[in-house]
């Protein structure tokens, strides 16, 4: 991998921990607090449309350095990077199903209910857990150590 490359690969990772990080300050609040407070409700709409659009990012740029095509979306690339290997078809059917709820709050598609994002808050804190690690995991296998 180009160092360029690395790096900026490195730094989407990091973001991906950040954003984590600042999703699960809210893991335990309960679904009243959560709906009665608008920021923390607009705080988690963006930590999970940021979620999908940073992993995206590093699945079309691992994707890239295998010599493949970009991915067509969000949920391609969950779908391709899962067919090369660096995680289960069943995880990458999982992540790729989030980016059915990016789209909903980012195109407010519908109507979509908050009771839906919060029960999401969790799945997300798991799913991208075990998904950055994957990504670290693929790293360090291929000599690509992320730190």
Known sequence: MIPENKAAL???IILVE????????????????YQKNVLVRRGVERLLQLL?????????MLLSEMGERPPSSYYDSFI?????????????????STAGLRNRLVHEYGEYRD????????????LYGLYIGAIKN??????????
């Open 115 to 126: 009771i839906i994002v919060y029960k999401n808050i969790r799945l997300f804190l798991r």
């Open 52 to 60: 999908v659009e940073v992993a995206s990012d590093i699945n079309g």
């Open 138 to 147: 693929f790293m360090k296998k291929s000599g690509q150590s992320p730190r």
């Open 18 to 33: 950040k954003y984590l990080s600042e999703l699960g300050e809210v893991r335990d609040v309960n679904f009243n607090q």
């Open 80 to 96: 391709r990077v899962g067919r090369s290997g660096m995680f289960s078809e069943k995880m990458a059917k999982k992540l790729a």
């Open 10 to 12: 490195v730094e989407k």
